[in-house]
């Protein structure tokens, strides 16, 4: 009898401390306070500088240096810059854009997708160590469709 108690004291003792454990590693976490307000945005912003390299996959002629020039005479947050002239895609037959980003994070991606009209499906990545560029955009022709609007009014119209 004594050693039925014995063994039902330790079974009773281990299961007792496997759920112990169980319950502080389950809800004896200590909850994080919630990122204010201003934190959020802070972590929302879109960075100060984003380097492109824009990549016409269109097939329309002159589509990439006229992106070019969008981004460059952009005003707002960010400042993008194009430190490679643009070029001709490895094909021509981009039914979408696609912007490619070489950098951990998606705010550079974002703003750049934005600034096109574009959405979040248009990012993809590719994380290089020391990249030439934060973004390669491959230019389609969903936005060779939008080339007027990407054009400045002045230059539209250099009679008025």
Known sequence: MAFQTHGLFWRTFVTLLALALFGVALWGRIPERPPEESELDSLMQFPDSVSL???NGSGMSGLARTVQRFFLGASG??????PFEPADADRDNYAATVIVSHIPGRTAAEAAAAMLGLGDSSIVWSIETDPETDLTIYLGRDVASRRDALIPVERQNPEE
């Open 77 to 82: 947050e960010t400042v993008f810059t194009t």
């Open 53 to 55: 390299r824009i990549l």
